[in-house]
């Protein structure tokens, strides 16, 4: 009787065809925020690797950075601690680092005295629209910023933190060069 429940849930656990290949749903019109929980943290996951820019394209939008966090809770197991996915969580990005001028976040709340005001401008070079800012059905939050090329033959740094509430992830830090 257990091995058919066993092969039962197996079967039913892997009977959703994902749209993409490797991707869990992403649906954040649910999303909550995630609280200060001790055993509760977002991890990034992905790599960091160096972006060099060529010398044609200093002062110019680099490539994107994509960074992705596993937002995870600790639970308790018969073998010990062990740590769970929480999907739909919320976060917030912290980019701080010269990037693109890309606008898609932020909002042009009108004039004053004929000048354009923005909201949000700390959004700034985040194409990962807003409405994606949550972690998936298997705790992921994936964020994409796209860094300036620095002028020819300098570096800069872009970090990227998300947060969501109370709970930060650790920064992390991407080095820029150009040619």
């Known amino acids: ?34 609280s200060n929980d001790p055993g509760m943290s977002i991890k990034l996951q992905s790599s960091t690797s160096n972006i060099i820019c060529s ?12 960074a992705q966090f596993l937002v995870s809770e600790k639970v308790a197991t018969n073998s010990g601690d062990g740590q769970r996915p929480v ?5 917030d990005p912290i980019v701080n680092g010269a990037r693109s001028t890309s606008e898609r976040n932020v909002i042009n709340a ?3 005295e004929g000048t354009d005001v923005y909201e949000n401008i700390r959004y700034i070079g985040i194409p990962t629209p807003s409405s994606n800012w949550c972690s998936d ?14 002028p020819s033959g300098k570096d800069s740094e872009v970090s990227i933190q998300l947060h969501t509430g109370p709970l930060y992830s650790d920064p992390v830090t991407f080095k820029i060069s150009t040619e």
């Not at 999907?87 to 976060?91: E, G, I, M, R, V």
Request: proline content about 7%.
């Open 55 to 66: 010398a044609a394209n200093a002062n110019k939008d680099s490539v994107p950075i994509v």
């Open 137 to 150: 059905s298997c705790g992921v939050a994936t964020i994409e910023v796209t860094p300036l090329c620095p």
């Open 87 to 91: 999907p739909n969580l919320s976060f």
């Open 110 to 112: 009108g004039k004053i």
């Open 1 to 34: 009787m257990k091995r058919l429940i066993w092969t039962l849930l197996a079967l039913t656990s892997c009977s959703y065809q994902p749209e993409d290949a490797g991707l869990c749903k992403l649906n954040c019109s649910k999303a909550i925020i995630g």
